[in-house]
């Protein structure tokens, strides 16, 4: 199914059902939800396996630079 989507998209990556899982969990995790809250509902016993879905992007990293203070 979800590859039918996909194709019917037009778009030329194939589109899995771990991939669905996969951007479900992601914006989750990136919209704020507690992890351990992403961890019961998507049935995973330990927080560590959600390491993977909340991997900073290289936004992420400079953005997180923005903080450090800098003489002007």
Same mark, same amino acid.
């Given at each position: ?8 998209? /037009?778009? &030329? !990556?194939?589109? =899995? ?9 992601? *914006?989750?995790? #990136? /919209?704020? &939800? !507690?992890?351990? =809250? ?9 927080? *560590?396996?959600? #390491? ?19 003489? #002007?």
């Amino acid at each position: 199914m979800f590859t039918a989507i996909g194709q019917g998209a /037009g778009l &030329e !990556d194939d589109i =899995t059902a771990h991939i669905g899982r996969h951007t479900f969990v992601t *914006a989750l995790i #990136r /919209g704020g &939800e !507690d992890l351990v =809250t992403v961890a019961e509902i998507v049935g995973h016993s330990r927080l *560590a396996t959600l #390491r993977v879905y909340s991997r900073p992007t290289d936004d992420d990293k400079h953005n997180a630079l923005r903080h450090l203070t800098t003489d #002007r």
